[in-house]
């Protein structure tokens, strides 16, 4: 693909993409959620990295028919293997039964996986400010630091805060309904379906968008495909 691509417009910006995984031998499925496939994504993105090219990989997918615990077990792995070898766009996220099913709950979910993974990926900042040995000085045993400025400053941007995992005790979850993450999942589904209509393109994307199809039209007009250029 680089090489046609270069071929045909040298110089033209691209992003390379590779989905590669191993056969279960005893289904014969192209497995979405083995731990094979995230191996085969590190290794080629390392590749890409060696090449200098920016590339796509796949993530928050699994081999489960529904959204149920195989299907959030294997897309934390894949999304978690994927931040951390680094891939410039990860895609896929969403699917189900090896790519050929996309559930929208599982897309909810995964979106509060990435969040998480984000989180971890910042790490911990070691700063003076943040090591904050003067405000422990100040604040000394049997001291608490809980009205302090400096928690009031952090709290809500260092330490994450889940939209749909639960850290209620058991009374609390009890007296919420018991619900499991599957229902909040769902619930969250059927909200974003009745409440947010907007589109996700404004104006002003949705023109530059459609300008640089125009342009792109103008440019090939009257060109035809050469299909000997791809055997």
């Not at 081999?63 to 931040?83: L, R, V, Y």
Request: hydrophobic residues 40%; charged residues 25%.
């Amino acid at each position: 693909g680089i090489v046609l691509s270069q071929l045909r417009r040298p110089g033209a910006p691209l992003i390379i993409g590779g989905l590669m995984s191993n056969m279960d031998m005893l289904t014969t499925v192209y497995s979405y959620g083995s731990p094979e496939m995230a191996l085969l994504s590190a290794a080629y993105t390392q590749i890409t990295k060696w090449l200098e090219v920016p590339m796509y990989e796949t993530a928050g997918c699994s081999d489960s028919k529904i959204f149920d615990e195989q299907a959030a077990m294997e897309a934390t792995i894949n999304i978690s293997t994927a931040a951390l070898t680094g891939g410039n766009m990860i895609h896929d996220v969403g699917y189900l039964e090896q790519g050929l099913t996309s559930s929208m709950e599982m897309m909810v979910a995964s979106n509060e996986i990435i969040d998480m993974v984000k989180r971890i990926m910042r790490g911990i900042p070691v700063t003076d400010d943040d090591l904050a040995l003067d405000v422990m000085a100040e604040v000394g045993p049997g001291g608490h630091f809980l009205d302090h400025d400096h928690t009031f400053d952090r709290f809500r941007t260092d330490i994450w805060q889940p939209q749909l995992i639960n850290r209620k005790n058991w009374e609390d979850w009890t007296a919420d309904g018991s619900k499991s993450y599957g229902d909040r999942v769902r619930e969250r589904v059927i909200e974003i379906l009745e409440t947010e209509t907007e589109p996700l393109l404004d104006d002003a994307m949705y023109k530059e968008l459609l300008r640089i199809c125009e342009l792109a039209d103008e440019r090939h007009k009257g060109e035809e495909l050469d299909v000997a250029m791809f055997v």
